[in-house]
C-alpha cells in the first residue's frame, strides 16, 4: 500500500487542523495566531491572474511534430534539417473576444497559439483559423478589441461599436467576410484549420532570406455549425470545443495537422500586386502553391490547466535561428505587445515556467524581479563583456541584413494597390464559397447587422453596404433586402 502524504503548510511544516479555526474556547473568537487560517484565505484570494485581454477562454494540449518533407533549400532551423527529425510541443486553441466564461461557439476568430520545444530554443507560431485579419497595423488593435468586448456604459455586447468600426475600416472587409460565413463558427478546435497569417521568413544555410506563411490544415476535415446550431450548442454545452478536444484524446482519437508552408522571393514579392506583408490580404494558391512540411499531432492533456494552459505564454516575438520576421505591420506590433502582456500577466521571469521554459539551456545577463525560479545567474557576472565567464557570441546565428524599401520615415506610406480591400473579398464570395456557402453568410450578415441601433444606424449600414458593393454588388443587394433597408449606390 502506498503511504499517505502528511499535510503541511506552504513551508513544509506538518499540519492537523485543517477544517477547524483556533478559537478561545470554543465559542470564542478566532486567534490571530491561526497563521494557517491566514495563509489559505489569503493564498485563495490570490488563486486568479489576470486573464488575458484576447483569447481569454481556450484550451490546451500537448503532442508532436514531425518532419516529412525537406524544406532546407528554405531554412537552416535545426527543427527542419532532416526528415524524421521530431520535437515536443504545446498548442492553445481560444476564442479571441470572449471571457473565460464565454462561450466555444460564439462567432470570433479561433486563437491556433503553438509551441515547439527545439533544440535551438522555443518557437512559438500564434495565429488563428483565418489566413487574414480585421486590421493591417498594430495601432488600430486596441481600438479594434474595444469595439469586440462590452460597451462602456451598458457593459453589453454590442452590435452598433463592431459595425461602426468595420465599416469605417474597409481593410476588414475580408476577415469580416470570414467571420460570417460559417467559418466563424467551427464546430470544434480539431475542425478547423490553422495560420501563421502574418508574414514571416526564413533564411537557410546560404544566408538568404524567403518570405513565408505557415497554414496548418486540418486532417480531420473542416467542420463548422451554422449559426442556429452554434446558438443550441451555446446554451447546451458552452464548453463545447473544449470538451470535444478532452475526450477525443482520452479515446486516443489523437487530432493531426499538415503544416504546409507558401514561399515568395524578394523578387517576386516586389512585383507582388498587393503589399506582400499585408495581413488583411492572401497569397493566392495558384501562384505560390502549397508546399508539405510535416504533422502536428496532439496526444496528451496537461495533467494541470493552470500550470500548463493558463499560465503558457504564446509570443511571436519567439523565433528560432532560421526563422524571422517581415515588414509585416501587424507583425512588428505584435512583437512589442505579446511579450509586454506576459510580464504584466505571470511577472517578469514568465520564461522560467516549466511550461514556458525551453529544453535548451539559457544563458544572459537578465537577473531578479518577481518569481526568479531559477539560480537566478549564481554567481557568475551579470554584466557584459565581462572576464570571468566563457558565454560567447556564435557569427553564425547572424541574420542577413533586411533590405528596406525607403530611407524616408513616414506615418502615411501606401502604393496604388494598398487601398484595394475589395478585390480578395469579392473573389471569396463569387468563386470560393458554393450557393449554399454564401446563403448561410448573408443569413448571419443580416442577424448580425439587425443589431445595430441608435441614430446612427442608417449611417452606419449604409456605409458597410457600400464596402459589399464594391465586393459584390450580389452580396450588397441581398442584405440590404435582408435589413429591408433602402440601399443608395
Known sequence: MKEKKKLTTTSGRAYNEYEDSMTAGPRGPVLLQDYFLHEKL????????????????????????????????????????????????????????GEKGSADTERDPRGFALKFYTEDGNWDLVGNNTPVFFIK?????????????????????????????????????????????????????????????????????????????????????????????????????PDHAQRDLVNAIANADFPKWALKIQVMTESQAKKFKWNPFDVTKIWPHADYPLIDVGTMELNEIPVNYFANVEQAAFAPANVVDGISFSPDKMLQGRILAYPDAHRYRLGANYEQLPVNRPITEVHNYNRDGFMTIDNNGGDSPNYHPNSFDNIETKVHYKEPPMHLDSNVADTYNRNEHDDDHYTQPGNLFRKVMNENERTNTIF???????????????????????????????????????????FKE
Not at 51 to 73: C, M, N, P, Q, S
Not at 465 to 471: E, G, I, Q, R, W
Request: proline share 4%; with cysteine; glycine share 8%.
Open 42 to 97: 489569503a493564498h485563495f484570494n490570490r488563486e486568479r491572474i489576470p486573464e488575458r485581454i484576447v483569447h481569454a477562454k481556450g484550451t490546451g494540449a500537448l503532442g508532436k511534430f514531425t518532419v516529412e518533407h525537406d524544406i532546407t533549400k528554405y531554412t537552416c532551423a535545426k527543427l527542419f534539417s532532416k526528415v524524421g527529425n521530431t520535437c515536443k510541443m504545446l498548442a492553445r486553441f481560444s476564442t479571441v473576444a
Open 137 to 237: 497595423d498594430a495601432k488600430k488593435f486596441p481600438d479594434f478589441i474595444h469595439t469586440q468586448k462590452r460597451d462602456p456604459k451598458t457593459n453589453l455586447k454590442s452590435p452598433t461599436m463592431m459595425w461602426d468600426f468595420w465599416s469605417l475600416n474597409p481593410e476588414s472587409l475580408h476577415q469580416v467576410m470570414i467571420l460570417f460565413s460559417d467559418r466563424g463558427t467551427p464546430d470544434g478546435f480539431r475542425g478547423m484549420n490553422g495560420y501563421g497569417s502574418n508574414t514571416y521568413s526564413m533564411i537557410n544555410h546560404s544566408n538568404e532570406r524567403i518570405w513565408v506563411k505557415f497554414h496548418f490544415k486540418t486532417l480531420q476535415g473542416i467542420s463548422t455549425l451554422t449559426w442556429p446550431e452554434a446558438e443550441i450548442i451555446k446554451g447546451k454545452d
Open 444 to 486: 448571419n450578415f443580416v442577424t448580425s447587422m439587425k443589431g445595430i441601433t441608435g441614430e446612427k444606424r442608417d449611417e452606419i449600414i449604409q456605409r458597410q453596404l457600400s464596402h459589399f458593393f464594391k465586393a459584390d454588388k450580389d452580396l450588397a443587394w441581398r442584405v440590404g433586402k435582408g435589413l429591408d433597408f433602402k
